[in-house]
């Protein structure tokens, strides 16, 4: 195979990948409290090419015609929109809600809240939404939240949000649902002093529209060249081989 050809083959395989992040991001564009991904491109360092002869273990192997490819999550704030229910939650500024899984402590921007038969206040699918002082139990009565996340019932305080902080945004991993998972080596920080909460109002997903999808169709017509370079850099191989046979 040519040097032409692996450079095509490379950029193609980079523009798939990048296409893939794209395209889930445009799925999202709906989904409450949803973070976008950003592509990365970079060259690691003191670190000897790979070629493509190498086997391929996962998108951070690298050859000497592209570099590794990785995606970080976009955590700028998205758009506020009010929708009157009393159980739903807007983060403004930066900090997650913290959520009691069977997996341990996951983290989310969703604040779309609802109660469970036991008048715990839960996740849409069923998991505590947890406060400084463990879960929040609901009794019958009208619900408040301040925005401090202080949660009061007939002007009672039964509760008050945990509001989870992580300076390092790249600590944290996607685990579907619109959670969050922290690594092992993530640092949390103190309560963020600027952030406010607004009940009745739902962050909506933070992904452009426009702006994907014409990401989309450039990264589309990006690959379709290179499919077009590969095509002709195998069409001139084939032929050189056939005016050799001929000749020999």
Known sequence: MSGGMYLAAAGALVQQLRLEVLSNNVANINTIGYKGDKSIFQI???TEPLLFETPIEGIETWSPYAPPFSTIIDFSQGAIRQTGNRL????????????????GVQYTRQGSFTL???????????????????EINLEEGTVEIDGE???????????RLQI????????LKKVGNGRFVASETAVR??????????????ETSNVNPVQAMTEMIETSRAFEAYQKVIQSSDEATSKSINEVGRTI
């Open 164 to 171: 989870a902080d992580f300076p390092n945004g790249e600590a």
């Open 88 to 103: 739903d939650v807007a983060i403004n500024g930066s900090g997650l809600f913290s959520v009691q899984t069977p997996d």
């Open 44 to 46: 690691p360092e003191e």
């Open 116 to 134: 469970d038969a036991e008048g715990v206040l839960v996740t849409q699918d069923g998991y505590p939404v947890l406060g400084e002082g463990g």
């Open 149 to 159: 996340g202080g949660v009061y019932v007939d002007g009672d305080e039964v509760g």
């Open 189 to 202: 920080g103190e309560r963020p002093e600027n952030t406010t909460l607004s009940q009745g109002y739902l």
